[in-house]
């Protein structure tokens, strides 16, 4: 299908996806609007919950299989927003909206990508696309709950707001719940064992802490005490305080190393992590996609923020049209000649990989 046209209606599509509230696990309607899509494109397709997927016509068990994702969720607007988030307002070349940054421009590229590719026979790759569901919230029913429904991954694009450069490395993310224990009492009384006072060291010892091993393309793991909790009467000293930490991993730790190493060396009475399953990603960049990235002029870079990525267990790599700084600002937007550049850029690199036929 002839790209011009396919980029008009990306780009109307993704209108409709800003028009269209879609909050963590209250998707469904800009689901139907995905279905729409492949329904108008005659390109059968599977929906599971609200993730909605589809596979290339002449899907080959024999081959290894490329998935394109992106999602279709987002946050809830915040307070300073000048214009309405649910409104697809188009001025000086900008498409304002909540979820056109994050990530309905990468989305509506790739699904644009994805049609453009459907047809043809001769791919080294199969495709599969999901427009995934619940990733902002890293719920149960997104990406995760696919990779066993869908056919087995071999390496994935993911679509994240990355100025069409070549992620080829994302942090990921463990969160910790810590304990610093001490002796309630009376705060009129002597206390040698009081928990906020010993939460002094405990602070120190999480500012100075550094992990040993650096990635080349990540740099160090990322650790920060994000919230403190302890008290519920000013003449009552607590029996413990509550803490939690953000830890950013880098791609030279798993999530269990990082967790053991915290265990072992905390001054806490208890630090437990709420989950191991957010993993850092890479992809090498000796892989035919990188290099096809960067024979057409992207770069690479490392990531430090969280994306479906974390799921995979396969090498993947983040790119797609937007920047990452506007995620979650308000009256967020993406440049319309982003987008038409993502899907150029989609395509062209593609072309690179997975045409065999250089005439197609």
């Known amino acids: 299908m002839?790209?011009?046209?396919?980029?008009?209606?990306a780009i109307a599509l993704l209108k409709k996806?800003?028009?269209?509230?879609?909050?963590?696990?209250e998707e469904d309607k800009t689901a139907l609007l995905i279905e729409n899509w492949f329904k108008d494109h005659q390109i059968p397709f599977q929906r599971t919950n609200n993730n909605v997927w589809a596979i290339n016509k002449y899907f080959d068990e024999n081959k290894p299989t490329l998935l394109l994702n992106s999602h279709h969720d987002t946050v809830k607007p915040n307070s300073a927003y000048t214009k309405n988030p649910f409104e697809a307002i188009v001025e000086d070349g900008k498409l304002y909206g909540l979820g056109s940054n994050d990530a309905g421009g990468c989305l509506v590229s790739l699904i644009a990508t994805f049609?453009?590719?459907?047809?043809?026979?001769?791919?080294?790759?199969?495709?599969v696309i999901v427009a995934s569901a619940e990733e902002e919230s890293s719920g149960e029913f997104g990406l995760n709950s696919m990779l066993s429904i869908i056919p087995k991954i071999d390496v994935a694009i993911v679509g994240e707001p990355t100025?069409?450069?070549?992620?080829?490395?994302?942090?990921?993310?463990?969160?910790?719940d810590a304990v610093v224990e001490g002796t309630a009492s009376h705060a009129a009384h002597p206390n040698n064992d009081n928990p906020i006072y010993k939460l002094i060291d405990v602070l120190q010892w999480f500012q100075d802490f550094t992990?040993?091993?650096?990635?080349?393309?990540?740099?160090?793991?990322?650790?920060?005490?994000?919230?403190?909790n302890a008290g519920k009467q000013h003449n009552v000293v607590p029996a413990h305080v509550d803490l939690v930490i953000d830890v950013r991993v880098n791609d030279v730790y798993t999530n269990q190393e990082?967790?053991?190493?915290?265990?072992?060396?905390a001054p806490c009475t208890k630090i437990t992590p709420r989950s191991l399953r957010l993993n850092s990603s890479s992809i090498s960049k000796e892989?035919?996609?990188?290099?096809?990235?960067i024979a057409i002029g992207r770069k690479t870079y490392g990531s430090p923020t969280l994306?479906?990525?974390?799921?995979?267990?396969?090498?993947?790599?983040?790119?797609?049209?937007?920047?990452?700084?506007?995620?979650?600002?308000?009256?967020?937007?993406?440049?319309?000649?982003?987008?038409?550049?993502?899907?150029?850029?989609?395509?062209?690199l593609l072309e690179k990989v997975i045409v065999l036929d250089r005439r197609y």
């Open 17 to 25: 996806l800003i028009e269209t509230p879609s909050f963590s696990s």
């Open 211 to 228: 992990f040993d091993k650096t990635s080349e393309t990540l740099g160090d793991v990322k650790m920060t005490v994000t919230q403190i």
């Open 258 to 265: 990082i967790a053991k190493i915290l265990q072992e060396n």
């Open 307 to 348: 994306s479906d990525q974390s799921v995979l267990s396969c090498q993947s790599l983040k790119l797609g049209p937007g920047d990452s700084t506007r995620s979650h600002s308000a009256d967020e937007f993406i440049y319309i000649s982003e987008i038409e550049e993502g899907i150029e850029i989609y395509v062209k």
């Open 115 to 127: 049609t453009h590719f459907y047809h043809h026979e001769n791919l080294t790759y199969n495709l």
């Open 2 to 9: 002839e790209l011009k046209k396919l980029t008009i209606e």
């Open 287 to 293: 892989h035919a996609l990188v290099q096809a990235g």
């Open 163 to 176: 100025l069409m450069d070549l992620a080829i490395a994302e942090k990921g993310l463990v969160v910790f």
